[in-house]
Nanobody
């Protein structure tokens, strides 16, 4: 059974940085497309970023230029480096995975999910 465990969330001020990690176990990590989604309180879950490999990456327009997704197949881990954080980035961030070859922006296309990690950005 595939398990995803996020870590690295916390509270920062506007302009600060955080690095989220998602450790995966129970599957063949290198074959997965990995993604990050977020859900703000009272709002729907939305796509943040996805990575298949170093040249197949997608970002939501709202985070382009500020967030960087990466993966380390040797460590079965995907990362989300978040810089220049804004209060609007406050949300629970979820890691997700599927076996598709191309990253999807749709949450319904992902089979495996982590439990989420809270990110709070104060002004």
């Amino acid at each position: 059974q595939v398990q995803l465990v996020e870590s690295g969330g916390g509270s920062v001020q506007t302009g600060g940085s955080l690095r989220l990690s998602c450790a995966t176990s129970g599957g063949t990590f290198s074959t997965y497309t990995m993604a990050w989604f977020r859900q703000a309180q009272g709002k729907e879950r939305v796509f943040v970023a996805a990575i298949r490999n170093s040249i197949t990456i997608n970002y939501a327009d709202s985070v382009k230029g500020r967030f960087t997704i990466s993966r380390d197949n040797a460590k079965n881990t995907v990362y989300l480096q978040m810089n220049s954080l804004k209060p609007g980035d406050t949300a629970v961030y979820y890691c997700a995975a599927n076996n598709r070859l191309r990253p999807s922006l749709r949450g319904d296309d992902y089979v495996y999910w982590g439990q989420g990690t809270q990110v709070t950005v104060s002004s």
